[in-house]
């Protein structure tokens, strides 16, 4: 069986650039985010033997949203399977694979069964690197989808990027888009290190251009998803989608707004916001997590010790409130922040412009 090359200019896996052409190229392939997930999954683990896929659900008639759906029929049981609820074990036993030369992918319904393995990710996973001098590596990927929708509630619907952001040796994806959901997976795989990628539930049924090829995305670089000049918005994962319906609207109140997707949280591409913000002057960040100590705390943080010069107006954050996610459609209506939210926030930042 054919192992993944992980020379960057191999003809198996492209690098992005070579990709997003392809992807053009390819507009008439249209795909669900999910769908964009199961084939990216099908490929890796016909190409490299060491892969394997566990978790609560990933052999179930759903498949994980649709993600690994009948995987374990057609590469067997020992290498699609289920776990039992047990995620402090089972995290330790996918590390000891990972030490072992195997490539695990533990998948989870929701990062709130993360905080069950938080001894494993972080006092194991995200330090024998570093403890050893990097001669020990632990190449685990953990995958987990924020829910969202039919009142899961303050224990199956939290927004917990910025808690695992904060822990050195473990790298966050959060994409938005079926092309970003491929090529940071091929990425979290190849990594020689735990890579965190936390989905949006609500993306899984999003549709989008990708490639039918296997290519890497780099960590660290973020994307404009639209060009602007009175404000920056940055954020990630399903923000975006809100930030792009309001960047739409504010175009129609003469705000010219800049949508900056991060895709990746750790590391960040400070680089790209600072740019951005130094051509626009006027800052937005949008997160779906808490507002303190989270990941808009972290991006104003960076943007006031190195462009704090760039700034017409003080940076205006929006993101959950700091109360447990309520349970029910009206109240998480009002508990999450979308496109009117960001407009009301942006207009008062930018001015009217019409």
């Given amino acids: 069986m054919a ?14 650039e070579s990709g997003f052409e392809h992807a053009v190229e390819q507009k008439k392939r249209k795909i669900s985010y999910a769908a964009a997930l199961y084939e990216t999954f099908d490929e890796l683990l016909r190409l490299d033997e060491r892969i394997f896929i566990m978790g609560q659900g990933a052999d179930d008639p759903f498949g994980m949203f649709g993600a690994t759906l009948n995987l374990h029929k057609k590469h067997g049981a020992k290498r699609v399977f289920d776990t039992p609820l047990s995620e402090e074990g089972l995290t330790g036993i996918a590390i000891g694979a990972a030490l072992a030369g195997r ?29 050893f001098g990097g001669k020990t590596n632990v190449p685990l990927v953990i995958w987990a989808a924020i829910g969202r929708g039919w009142g899961s509630g303050a224990q199956h619907s939290q927004s917990l990027q910025g808690l695992f952001m904060h822990i050195p040796g473990l790298k966050l994806v959060m994409p938005s888009t079926p ?7 091929v990425s979290s795989v190849l990594d020689e290190n735990p890579v965190i990628i936390l989905e949006h539930r609500w993306l899984l049924k999003h549709t989008g251009y990708a ?18 000049r009175d404000l920056t918005i940055v954020g990630a994962s399903y923000m975006i989608i809100e930030a792009q319906r309001a960047a739409e609207e504010l175009e129609k109140k003469g705000v010219s707004v800049e949508v900056i997707d991060l895709r990746s949280l750790k590391p960040l591409d400070e680089e790209l916001i600072l740019s951005s913000v130094k051509k626009t002057g006027r800052l937005l960040i949008v997160d779906t997590g808490w507002k303190t100590g989270g990941v808009s705390a972290e991006i104003a943080a960076v943007v006031a010790e190195k462009g704090l010069n760039y700034l017409k107006e003080p940076i205006k954050r929006l993101s959950s409130p700091d109360v447990p996610t309520p349970a029910g459609y009206v109240l998480e209506k009002k508990f999450y922040p979308e496109a009117n939210e960001i407009i009301k926030a942006a207009t008062e930042l930018a001015g009217e412009k019409s």
Avoid: T
């Avoid at 192992?3 to 992005?16: A, L, P, T, V, Y």
């Avoid at 490639?211 to 602007?228: A, E, H, M, Q």
């Fill in 211 to 228: 490639p039918d090829n296997l290519y890497s995305i780099p960590f660290g670089k973020g994307v404009i998803r639209k060009s602007g």
């Fill in 103 to 131: 490539r695990p992918i533990y998948m989870h319904n929701r990062p709130d069964f993360l905080l069950c393995a938080m001894n494993q990710l972080v006092n194991h996973a995200s330090k024998w690197s570093y403890m």
């Fill in 3 to 16: 192992k993944i090359s992980f020379d960057w200019d191999s003809k198996s896996i492209e690098r992005e």
């Fill in 179 to 185: 092309y970003d959901a491929k090529g940071l997976l």
